[in-house]
């Protein structure tokens, strides 16, 4: 018999109200007391109007079942005192990469973010799939910049970019919330970037991300 992981955490989360005993919550990566349903939706902060934004709806059928390399989901995390990284995840590959920014103001997200996408190869530049955050604003300067098409997600549905999500919670291992993002160094950022490439992936067939990226290269 096998029993899944939504089974185990069921067992655990159900002691208690749903809260995990403390003894238990030492063991979980992410120390999270409230586990919520998969699928289940969340309150997405305040939408921001986009001009001129193409819809997730539109992309190519090679994104959607990561035949091709080169597509991204993207994302701002967040901590204290208005600081925030820009978290990036290759879709086939699942190859992490953490960009240090000044700001979440469009200007300075899309400057960091386009200086980091040109040192791709080109057959890693083929489009950004990102939510609805007002970060994004000035997507078409980063195309313009990039020649990589930003797509965007639905109004409050954070699972269609979920490889992202998925990287962003094991973020949270190295970059608690609460704490102040803006004291960690690219440098760093690139190490902890490097440990989530070098980890195995069930998805990948137990290949990290690094060696899957690096199939597509040679």
Not at 35 to 64: F, H, M, W, Y
Not at 111 to 116: E, F, G, P, Q
Not at 171 to 192: E, H, M, V
Request: overall charge positive; proline content about 4%; glycine content about 6%.
């Amino acid at each position: 018999m096998q029993v899944s992981h939504e089974t185990i955490y069921r067992s655990l989360f159900v002691q208690a109200r749903a809260v995990l005993k403390k003894e238990l919550m030492r063991h979980l990566r992410t120390a999270r007391q409230m586990r919520q349903a998969k699928g289940r939706t969340t309150k997405s902060r305040p939408l921001g109007q986009i001009v001129d934004a193409v819809s997730i709806r539109e992309r190519p059928a090679e994104v959607e079942d990561r035949a091709v390399p080169g597509h991204w989901e993207g994302d701002l995390l967040s901590g204290a005192n208005n600081t925030h990284i820009v978290t990036l995840v290759e879709r086939q590959s699942r190859f992490a990469m953490l960009i240090k920014v000044a700001g979440k103001d469009t200007a300075s997200v899309v400057n960091a973010l386009s200086k980091h996408v040109r040192t791709l190869p080109q057959e890693l530049r083929r489009s950004l799939t990102w939510d609805r955050g007002k970060e994004m604003a000035d997507h078409k300067a980063f195309t313009l910049a990039t020649d990589v098409q930003v797509y965007f997600c639905d109004p409050r549905s954070p699972w269609q970019r979920g490889s992202n999500e998925n990287t962003n919670g094991l973020l949270r291992q190295y970059f608690p919330k609460g704490r102040d993002l803006s004291i960690y160094s690219q440098a760093y950022l690139n190490s902890i970037a490097l440990r989530l490439n070098q980890r195995p992936r069930q998805t990948l067939g137990f290949a990290s991300p690094a060696d899957k990226l690096a199939e597509v290269l040679h």
